[in-house]
């Protein structure tokens, strides 16, 4: 039983640990050694039984999780009309990519609800999740402003009022966007004023950031490649994003926000099990 | 600048299975916690992350592809955008993920010729039905 698999690793033997020696034998007689004995046995064989089943399990799991249906992947790969073609190995890759990337939105996102010691991850969670961390900038679009204003507020006040939950919106250009402390708006693609999407505030973090993260022995995200590979990174989005923006109505800049050392140290432990 | 070139169609990943990985990640985040509640809102956030994700990894996976003047985006190109993208740390289990998918399918197709065949056949006739991992056709 070979277990290559890298997320669903068993747990050894995770089935309530049957204390061996409980039942007494129904007959009452003082020590009924062989009937015993044997009950041990069945037990223990039942307890190796059903951890073969659950590893078993867990290797068709894998493929079956990994099954995000590869035609449809295909298909939003191809969304993309300067996408020719692709090979069959990619839906594959692409398939267990996006698995490992859900992983670690949720387990960023779960810090944030423990923060708040909630029991229930919420759409805040994940906002606050793509703010903090420089590597899901691209995701920036997908939460309204008022979500990520709610993270704002919990640290520092950047951003005004939210209360209503109602995102409101900017003029699409033109807007004085310094005078609210740092926001910026707009799509890059139409808005030339700004040219960059990527805010100061976020590199300054970012700079603290990787000092951090060197300290544990780069968590990959930044700390490996050094400042050099980050900043291409960091070039790569600006790009990509400003080719590709999804017709949101605004976006928000990203906030000031770090990241303590304990939890990148979490984060590592639990990606690298 | 440019007009954008990815048509968001609404093509999304299928719920069930985005709300299953998140929930087996939680379970082993706080195995004690066992009924840590998903928002709906929360899991279509998180499968609208991934439809992005796709859509990122997929523009810099092709962009390396075209770079090395080749027509079909292959593994190394993914492997190599996965850097770019600053997800280095997926590389590793996406290739043993890649090595047990091919050892898992690689038996099957060696055993059964004739059906290579049929299948040669139904691509070349236009219609590819997509057993596991058709190659790229437009």
Known sequence: MDNTTTNHQPQPTAYPPHPTNTTPPPGGAPSPTPFHHLLQQQQQQLQMF???????????????????????????????????MISAEAPILFAKACELFILELTIRSWLHAEENKRRTLQKNDIAAAITRTDIFDF?????????????????????????????YYYPPM????????????????????????????????????????TEDGSYGSGGASGGQGNLDGQGLRKEWMAKHRMDVNESLSCLKDHVSVVEFLYLEFLLRE | METGKVVAEAEELPKAIVRRV??????RCSPEDSDIIIHKDALLAFSESARIFIHYLTATANDICKESKRQT??????????????????????????NEFKRKNGGKKEGSSPNKEVQKKRKTGGKSTPKKGDTGEK
């Open chain 1, 50 to 84: 059903w951890s073969y089943q659950r590893q078993e399990i867990e290797q068709v799991n894998d493929f079956k999780n990994h099954q995000l249906p590869l035609a449809r992947i295909k298909k939003i790969m191809k969304a993309d009309e300067d996408v020719r």
């Open chain 1, 139 to 167: 995701l920036v679009d997908i939460v309204p402003r008022d979500e990520i204003k709610e993270e704002a507020a919990g640290l520092g006040g950047i951003v005004g009022a939210t209360a209503s939950g109602v995102p």
């Open chain 1, 174 to 213: 033109g807007q004085p966007a310094a005078a609210t402390g740092g926001m910026m708006i707009g799509r890059p693609a139409m808005d030339p004023a700004t040219g960059m999407y990527v805010q100061p505030p976020s590199q300054a973090w970012q700079s603290v950031w990787q000092t951090s993260a």
């Open chain 2, 22 to 27: 998140v929930k087996d990640t939680l379970s």
């Open chain 2, 73 to 98: 985006m292959n593994a190394g190109d993914v492997f190599k955008a996965l850097e770019d993208i600053e997800f280095p740390e997926f590389v590793g289990p996406l290739k043993v993920s890649l």
